[in-house]
């Protein structure tokens, strides 16, 4: 059950298919040269293989635990975030100014990728605070800044998110919570949040907890909002910590999955209430938590493609060693289950799904860090816009992707796969956590329908469907060269995905005002839809590079002919499913809509 | 988390579907009338719900545990189990000489449902205990019979299957588990067994295992493994128990679901060999396991429906009670969730593919028993071929279906969903074992490419495919009907669905012996295609049979409308899954057999 980076693909990605070069010529990104960001990879993959991995299945056996208010971590956590913290790597893509190495997006992903793929209970607590981070850099003021960015991005603290309330779950709308002004600059809240990731834990001495709330006179709904630092210790004008805060863990969930990582339910203000402080201005609390929210959506969408990639290695691992049944082609005695087609069907599939996810989700990461630093205006607010238009599909798209490879991670298993003692279990149990938090894949998927298809008439969309196009012209040409059956098949299916999307944009454009729940009743599949295109795209695109290095006689000529392979695999079996998604839109929603309640 | 039986739409797939009525008009079924089926039904509903469902969750937090050799079951499934026995449900499809009730299995199908729906770790006890039966049945001599087919048949005693060992797991052909003949009829046994459901538990006095086995000098492969009987107790002359045998339960597992089950490692013969008796004829045992596999296959493909169906439920009971954001068409305040559009379609899709996957296999059911009770040769034969054909789609298809809406359970739950004490969590760990047990979906894959569809040269899959097609004619016939766009819809994925599956038949009779990896690389993607299909062909049968009840005035109007939207929504979101598979399936191979086992 051990973990190995991906660091060819990763690296391979992030050259050929995301443009690292472009990025790294970009001022603010100049440290971030193809052999840096090698040499921060294989430096993270030594750590998290050597450090994190191992704690993954002991911290599922034996989970954080509560009592009397205080959490215990799985046994090695405190001392991995200790090395993790002190060795930098929380403050990979965070301003050098307070104490980060301002690496771009597109260096921190895979980075990313590796701690979830490694533990993703224990990768929680890093994402996490790399949310409270971005909310403060982005709304805070000075003196926040200067108090909390610093223990935060050194890892001396860690940050969490305090949204849902029991009756405030995906509607934030009806968050309760008080926040009640001192006269003082501060604020006393008042409330119950549930579902706090790492709201509670002994790994460091202070606990950052932005809090969302309402102010006595803030209007109704989400306009009426605000955003509050709510530190578990009070700290002093020096920095050391002050008196505990009247904020407290009453219990955490017993849950399918991520069990090493404590779900708190934490009380505000029991007793006299907890002392925060507003962050920007009032009732602009919601904006600024998507701020956060937008980079959390995407590290999700990080951690599905690093589950992804770890149930690959042990799926792969163990299908390679278990030996039953012989070739069907004809063997003398039983040979190892790599060799059945339907085993090798279930290793491809899992395979392919998580290189577009990869692919796809590190391009939206280049897009990002142009979107940040890039000199242009006009070039920083198209980049916005696409990467926009990405983070839905990467955080719904690589979720369920992720599912449905842990699902295949325990199948090739056969029965061992439904023993606990083997793993593979846990991945699948650990997966189904990634499609419901930080937003639904339905709340993703409301996104890219209202947010980002309807607002800009499908500006975006049929930028990105021109450029899937243009991939598949480029295809087309190599039809004739080494291996051109694959470039013709990869083609046709991307060409019909793109038609396909196209469709549905129309579909969407053309109906949401007359008819916006019968657009709605599509929104998942317009999501997957898009996934599957813009990962197909992503394939396409590597299996040209792959072409190319090929036809150079570069480097590792087994790698790139796997690029091509795996490519057609995609364009085969998940592009195909292109055409079922758009009928499932275009023609499908009468069925999802036309049952009374009570007929259910 | 309380069940209820959907005896309304039961009773619809068994007299609208699955021909009841010829059932009960059949020699030997002519206790299973409409009216006698609809009370056992009823009856059947109330004990699994009242008794049996209310231990499903208690069950799972505190699992059956093993100590010295000993299994306690979970608390309660003692009691019920002797309830369940002396109320005869054990008995129901099992001949009346030895204590049943020998109702068809059209009858007894839908009562298997509800008990596996209700609690799927208890089914499993009753599940084996059929299997032994069916083996005893075949093959058992009259002394075997006379021993040991009344305890089960009545409950007394219970039943297991011991095939899988560490090394041979799918491969039986890798059985080692020795038989030694001690010269007075009987054998001593000795090996290792993995994997035996129920194998160790406190609820009967006796249980019964079925044991594979090689003799002495047994040809090597599937062709020298012979079938015993080896009981937990000696049985005496009298039917009393003697001494304990020498096969005894070393470890249970620690399982991602089903947990209140226990899965036995038995060990036989560590203590001079347990002795055992056996059935039938050396060397004929796998034949007799396969009669046993045919019922239980079947049976599995039975739980998956049951726990769709639960599941269903309960994400039905959430989505009307779970008060969440406003309707997307405009209301005064939040409305509950099943107003929103995509927990609208999640909870069609659970409930179309639950429908589905039943009329499926009750209309297999109706064929098995035409298949045995026919008076004409012919008719038996060509039912037989049928519902043979039928078994692996039923077993592969509605379990791999199982996991889609136990998935989608959850979803729909959101968080709550990944809190253990919700319930929906526990029916997703519970439904990965039901692609994997009684053979993998790869396995039940092979049969149907193997012995169901290359044997006869697709004779049958064409029949059915006719079939398929002259309801798409039928539906064609409605176009102009009410609710005509919904039958003209139906009609237009069938005929596209039957086009699908046909090629793919002919496409794997044109190419098994030229290219066997090719055609078996499609092999799970050929069971879904015709599932969907099969399940899609019944749905439309339904489709017309509801509305021909509509046209009559008669009975439940709501019902057959909310069955006729149901149909639609299958057609427009399952059945347009069918083109994509026949690509993965005829232009697919390529991409799952290029790679070179080293480049994974």
Same mark, same amino acid.
Not at 294 to 312: K, M, P, S, T, W
Not at 396 to 420: A, C, K, L, Y
Not at 480 to 501: C, N, P, W, Y
């Given at each position: 059950?051990?973990?190995?980076?991906?660091?060819?693909?990763?690296?391979?990605?992030?050259?050929?298919?995301?443009?690292?070069?472009?990025?790294?010529?970009?001022?603010?990104?100049?440290?971030?040269?193809?052999?840096?960001?090698?040499?921060?990879?294989?430096?993270?993959?030594?750590?998290?293989?050597?450090?994190?991995?191992?704690?993954?299945?002991?911290?599922?056996?034996?989970?954080?635990?509560?009592?009397?208010?205080?959490?215990?971590?799985?046994?090695?956590?405190?001392?991995?975030?200790?090395?993790?913290?002190?060795?930098?790597?929380?403050?990979?893509?965070?301003?050098?100014?307070?104490?980060?190495?301002?690496?771009?997006?597109?260096?921190?992903?895979?980075?990313?990728?590796?701690?979830?793929?490694?533990?993703?209970?224990?990768?929680?607590?890093?994402?996490?605070?790399?949310?409270?981070?971005?909310?403060?850099?982005?709304?805070?003021?000075?003196?926040?800044?200067?108090?909390?960015?610093?223990?935060?991005?050194?890892?001396?603290?860690?940050?969490?998110?305090?949204?849902?309330?029991?009756?405030?779950?995906?509607?934030?709308?009806?968050?309760?919570?008080?926040?009640?002004?001192?006269?003082?600059?501060?604020?006393?809240?008042?409330?119950?949040?549930?579902?706090?990731?790492?709201?509670?834990?002994?790994?460091?001495?202070?606990?950052?907890?932005?809090?969302?709330?309402?102010?006595?006179?803030?209007?109704?709904?989400?306009?009426?909002?605000?955003?509050?630092?709510?530190?578990?210790?009070?700290?002093?004008?020096?920095?050391?910590?002050?008196?505990?805060?009247?904020?407290?863990?009453?219990?955490?969930?017993?849950?399918?999955?991520?069990?090493?990582?404590?779900?708190?339910?934490?009380?505000?203000?029991?007793?006299?209430?907890?002392?925060?402080?507003?962050?920007?201005?009032?009732?602009?609390?919601?904006?600024?938590?998507?701020?956060?929210?937008?980079?959390?959506?995407?590290?999700?969408?990080?951690?599905?493609?690093?589950?992804?990639?770890?149930?690959?290695?042990?799926?792969?691992?163990?299908?390679?060693?278990?030996?039953?049944?012989?070739?069907?082609?004809?063997?003398?005695?039983?040979?190892?289950?790599?060799?059945?087609?339907?085993?090798?069907?279930?290793?491809?599939?899992?395979?392919?799904?998580?290189?577009?996810? *990869? #692919?796809? !989700?590190?391009?939206?990461?280049?897009?990002?860090?142009?979107? =940040?630093?890039?000199?242009? /205006?006009?070039? @920083? &607010?198209?980049?916005?816009?696409?990467?926009?238009?990405?983070?839905?599909?990467?955080?719904?798209?690589?979720?369920?992707?992720?599912?449905?490879?842990?699902?295949?991670?325990?199948?090739?298993?056969?029965?061992?796969?439904?023993?606990?003692?083997?793993?593979?279990?846990?991945?699948?149990?650990?997966?189904?956590?990634?499609?419901?938090?930080?937003?639904?894949?339905?709340?993703?998927?409301?996104?890219?329908?209202?947010?980002?298809?309807?607002?800009?008439?499908?500006?975006?969309?049929?930028?990105?469907?021109?450029?899937? *196009? #243009?991939? !598949?012209?480029?295809?087309?040409?190599?039809?004739?060269?080494? =291996?051109?059956?694959?470039? /013709?098949?990869? @083609? &046709?299916?991307?060409?019909?995905?793109?038609?396909?999307?196209?469709?549905?944009?129309?579909?969407?454009?053309?109906?949401?005002?007359?008819?916006?729940?019968?657009?709605?009743?599509?929104?998942?599949?317009?999501?997957?839809?898009?996934?599957?295109?813009?990962?197909?795209?992503?394939?396409?695109?590597?299996?040209?590079?792959?072409?190319?290095?090929?036809?150079?006689?570069?480097?590792?000529?087994?790698?790139?002919?796997?690029?091509?392979?795996?490519?057609?695999?995609?364009?085969?079996?998940?592009?195909?499913?292109?055409?079922?998604?758009?009928?499932?839109?275009?023609?499908?929603?009468?069925?999802?809509?036309?049952?009374?309640?009570?007929?259910?």
């Amino acid at each position: 059950m051990s973990y190995n980076a991906p660091l060819k693909d990763m690296l391979f990605v992030m050259n050929e298919l995301a443009n690292l070069q472009a990025v790294s010529a970009l001022p603010g990104c100049e440290d971030a040269t193809a052999e840096t960001a090698e040499a921060v990879l294989e430096e993270n993959a030594k750590f998290v293989s050597g450090v994190i991995a191992p704690l993954n299945h002991p911290g599922d056996k034996e989970p954080s635990f509560w009592h009397d208010g205080q959490v215990t971590t799985s046994k090695g956590f405190k001392e991995a975030f200790r090395q993790f913290a002190e060795a930098g790597w929380q403050g990979l893509q965070h301003p050098q100014e307070f104490g980060g190495q301002g690496l771009p997006k597109l260096v921190g992903t895979p980075c990313v990728e590796m701690l979830q793929g490694a533990n993703m209970s224990y990768g929680l607590v890093a994402l996490l605070s790399d949310g409270a981070i971005e909310a403060l850099l982005t709304a805070g003021s000075d003196e926040q800044k200067a108090t909390y960015l610093e223990p935060l991005v050194t890892g001396k603290w860690t940050g969490t998110m305090n949204l849902t309330e029991p009756q405030a779950g995906s509607d934030l709308a009806a968050v309760r919570t008080r926040a009640v002004p001192q006269g003082d600059g501060t604020y006393k809240i008042f409330g119950t949040k549930i579902f706090i990731t790492w709201g509670e834990h002994d790994m460091t001495e202070n606990i950052v907890h932005l809090v969302l709330a309402r102010t006595p006179d803030a209007p109704a709904g989400v306009k009426g909002i605000s955003l509050f630092i709510v530190p578990k210790f009070l700290v002093n004008a020096d920095g050391s910590l002050g008196e505990r805060n009247d904020a407290h863990c009453v219990s955490i969930e017993h849950k399918l999955g991520i069990k090493a990582s404590p779900t708190a339910v934490l009380q505000f203000g029991d007793n006299g209430g907890a002392i925060g402080t507003l962050v920007g201005e009032e009732n602009r609390g919601l904006e600024y938590m998507f701020i956060m929210m937008n980079a959390a959506r995407f590290g999700v969408g990080i951690q599905g493609i690093g589950l992804a990639e770890r149930a690959y290695q042990q799926a792969v691992a163990f299908a390679k060693d278990r030996v039953q049944s012989r070739d069907l082609a004809g063997s003398a005695g039983p040979v190892s289950i790599i060799h059945h087609p339907d085993v090798r069907r279930m290793l491809m599939s899992m395979r392919a799904q998580t290189e577009a996810a *990869r #692919a796809l !989700a590190y391009v939206g990461a280049g897009f990002s860090d142009i979107a =940040h630093y890039h000199p242009d /205006a006009d070039e @920083r &607010a198209a980049h916005m816009a696409i990467y926009e238009y990405l983070v839905p599909v990467i955080k719904g798209w690589s979720t369920e992707m992720s599912e449905n490879v842990t699902r295949d991670g325990v199948q090739v298993h056969g029965g061992m796969g439904f023993i606990e003692e083997t793993g593979a279990a846990q991945h699948y149990r650990d997966a189904k956590i990634l499609p419901i938090y930080e937003g639904t894949t339905a709340i993703q998927a409301n996104d890219l329908v209202g947010r980002k298809t309807v607002r800009d008439g499908g500006k975006v969309a049929q930028h990105l469907i021109a450029q899937v *196009r #243009a991939t !598949a012209t480029q295809l087309g040409e190599l039809a004739g060269a080494e =291996h051109g059956e694959h470039f /013709a098949a990869i @083609r &046709a299916q991307l060409e019909q995905g793109a038609s396909d999307l196209e469709a549905v944009v129309a579909f969407v454009l053309a109906n949401v005002k007359s008819d916006v729940k019968a657009v709605f009743a599509g929104s998942v599949p317009y999501l997957k839809l898009a996934g599957i295109v813009l990962g197909g795209w992503q394939m396409g695109r590597a299996a040209i590079a792959a072409q190319k290095k090929l036809a150079e006689g570069a480097g590792d000529a087994s790698f790139y002919q796997a690029k091509i392979v795996t490519a057609r695999f995609f364009a085969d079996h998940i592009l195909t499913q292109s055409a079922g998604l758009k009928s499932a839109i275009v023609d499908g929603h009468a069925g999802v809509l036309a049952l009374a309640e009570d007929q259910f």
